[in-house]
């Protein structure tokens, strides 16, 4: 007994310095050799105010580091420009959770977003209920911190909590971490301190959608946006499969279809895919139909042309976001007896691509 005694004790010591040591906080150095820099990405390092700090435009990662659940820091420096800092994590490959302060929007609604991005696609305009009015430092440096646990997200600025995400959509546990901007910002003093699962943690769950929700559609995949080239006829012929929308009916198209043109913001070509459903009548019939889209829709039913209509980031005004609301439009279908098609031809630059629908009687 006491040959084990003596045994058991260091295990179990070590064991402990294992778990301490995993979760402490780790400081990622403003240097290059400690950060993921691809082609096209504009990152300097420097000392400025004292501090190592990045001068960024566009997306790096930490080397050789994988994150799930704790927190994350950087402070980000005052700037009244427009641009966009933030930080990203779970990233693998081009999709990743994406949380962004607007410091050129201090106290205004979207001053800080969260963005899921999917395919290298920022989501913002499908996600309204994700950004929150915040004061930013006009001067100095004002820290960003995402306390992450499960699938929910908790955001700080300076200290102030400021919003929280119930339900981060990548759907992914793990992945890389990083930082993000356009149109340049600077960043110092970039640290995390990774947590264990919290098995007692739970988000709140979505609220159980309508049975009028339409929650599945049948699509195509993605192609150049050529006006004059569109005929139902040939799409009408393309491949479809199926797949599933969120509980409120939104369907985030980039999360299933990869763009062949993406990652470019409104330098993107527009593209499309057709959104399908069949809609069953024991008679002929009228059906209300309330949908939105993102960021232009063409819809059809059986074959003919019913609606057009552009959503796009400043088509109604410079300060108009295109923002998706499931009332915001209403068609009535001229149902035939038996089975209808509904066809929607979903146009796409950038900012959030997708479409939501309800069929009511």
Known sequence: MKILFRITIPIILLQIQICTAQYKTTSVPMDESFWNVTKGVDATFETIDG???????????????????????????????????????????????????????????????????FNKELTWQLYKEYQANVEFKNKGWNTLRI??????????VNNDKVLTVNNLRSDQSIGEIGLFALFNNRFSNF????????????????????????SKWNITEASIYKEKELDVNTFSNQKYRTVATEPSGLLPISKYIKKPSAGNFEKNKNVYIVASTTIHSDKESLQKFSFDYSDQIIVYLNGDRLFYGNNSFRSKGLQYQGHID??????????????NTLQCVIIDKANGWGIIGKLEK
């Open 191 to 214: 640290r995390f301190t990774p947590s264990s699962t919290e098995t007692n943690s739970k988000a709140p769950s979505e609220e159980t959608p309508s049975t009028t929700i339409i």
């Open 51 to 117: 501090r190592k700090t990045l001068y960024l435009n566009g997306k790096v990662t930490v080397r050789n580091q994988q994150f799930s659940n704790g927190t994350i820091e950087v402070d980000v420096y005052a700037n009244k420009a427009r641009s966009f800092a933030g930080i990203i994590f779970r990233k693998q490959k081009e999709t990743m959770e994406e949380v962004y302060m607007r410091l050129h929007k201090s106290s205004q609604p979207d001053a800080i977003q969260y963005s899921p991005t």
């Open 326 to 339: 499931i009332n915001a439009n209403t068609l009535f279908l001229n149902l035939q007896k038996g089975d």
């Open 147 to 156: 306390k992450v646990i499960n699938n929910q997200a908790i955001i700080f």
